[in-house]
Antibody, heavy 120, light 110 residues
Framework: QVQLVESGGGVVQPGTSLRLSCAASGFKFSSYGMHWVRQAPGKGLEWVAVTSYDGSNENYADSVKGRFTVSRDNSKNTLFLRMNSLRAEDTAVYYCAKDGLGIKYYFDYWGQGTLVTVSS | QSVLTQPPSASGTPGQRVTISCSGS????????VNWYQQLPGTAPKLLIYSNNERPSGVPDRFSGSKSGTSASLAISGLQSEDEADYYCASWDDSLNGWVFGGGTKLTVL
């Protein structure tokens, strides 16, 4: 069965960096686009970034463009999100999600999420 | 302010039929498919409806989706207490070159 397990969250100060990981299993990781979606406490869902199956194509939400970088290691079935210049408004649970096929289909499987808190 | 507009709340009694609307524009719903997600309290979201009206395996046929122009809707018939959750619509936006979500609708089963 498909499993997505995020890690790397924690409490960090504004302006610092953090890298999240998402370990995937139960499907052919190298064949699917992968997304990051976040949810601030008590708020709705916000799409963050996507990488294509081979990592050659990336797209970002305007709110994180230039600060966040999505990448993947298909040899290790792992998705990453490098977050730089973190702000208080980046505080959220970060979910990784598998695309149904490419990058524009749907999020058919989600991880349990990892909490990132940006606070001084 | 979300790009897609949903009512913040909806409610119904057991057995009733409820609908949740999702309004967008030509660059998102008007040009691309709509998906719906269900988020039960304290859990990760789950795909409920994809490609406007398709149900993933395991989703009861009480849930259905439709789309017309720049709007979409989710219908839940035979409402059950376990349907109490937050529901989100989502679509790809060609202008933003990314995914957009509705603000979410909290469904209460009275």
């Amino acid at each position: 069965q498909v499993q997505l397990v995020e890690s790397g969250g924690g409490v960090v100060q504004p302006g610092t960096s953090l890298r999240l990981s998402c370990a995937a299993s139960g499907f052919k990781f190298s064949s699917y686009g992968m997304h990051w979606v976040r949810q601030a406490p008590g708020k709705g869902l916000e799409w963050v970034a996507v990488t294509s199956y081979d990592g050659s194509n990336e797209n970002y939400a305007d709110s994180v463009k230039g600060r966040f970088t999505v990448s993947r290691d298909n040899s290790k079935n792992t998705l990453f999100l490098r977050m730089n210049s973190l702000r208080a408004e980046d505080t959220a649970v970060y979910y990784c999600a598998k695309d149904g096929l490419g990058i524009k289909y749907y999020f058919d499987y989600w991880g349990q999420g990892t909490l990132v808190t940006v606070s001084s | 302010q979300s790009v897609l507009t949903q009512p913040p709340s909806a409610s119904g009694t057991p057995g009733q039929r409820v609908t949740i609307s999702c309004s967008g524009s030509n660059s998102n719903i008007g040009s691309n498919a709509v998906n719906w997600y269900q988020q039960l309290p304290g859990t990760a979201p789950k795909l409920l409806i994809y490609s406007n009206n398709e149900r993933p395996s395991g989703v009861p046929d009480r849930f259905s989706g439709s789309k017309s122009g720049t709007s979409a809707s989710l219908a839940i018939s035979g409402l059950q207490s376990e349907d109490e959750a937050d529901y989100y619509c989502a679509s790809w936006d060609d202008s933003l070159n990314g995914w957009v979500f509705g603000g979410g609708t909290k469904l209460t089963v009275l």
